[in-house]
């Protein structure tokens, strides 16, 4: 989240520079992606993705049968003693 907000913050900000040139079509560029990252993090990241993610649940996080044959079985945990792997 707070990355998120970081990076976002330092987007508006430089494309709210825009702005200040004399140049028409650079202010509007500028605004209208100063508000569009705006909208994207404030609504989007911020109230729709967490909803969505609660209301979904446990499916989140599921892997698909043929991804899960392709990407290597890699962990950080240190094996049991009676582990099979």
């Not at 004399?22 to 560029?29: A, S, T």
């Not at 446990?58 to 044959?69: E, G, K, Q, S, T």
């Amino acid at each position: 989240g707070r990355v998120v907000a970081a990076a976002a913050g330092i987007m508006i900000l430089v494309f709210g520079s825009f702005l200040i040139g004399d140049d028409h079509v650079l202010q509007e560029f500028g605004f209208g992606l100063a508000f569009a990252v705006l909208v994207d993090a404030l609504i989007i990241r911020g109230l729709i993705v967490p909803a969505l993610m609660h209301l979904i649940g446990p499916a989140n996080w599921a892997m698909p049968r043929w991804l899960d044959r392709i990407v290597p079985n890699l962990s950080i945990d240190a094996a049991r003693p009676n582990d099979s792997r």
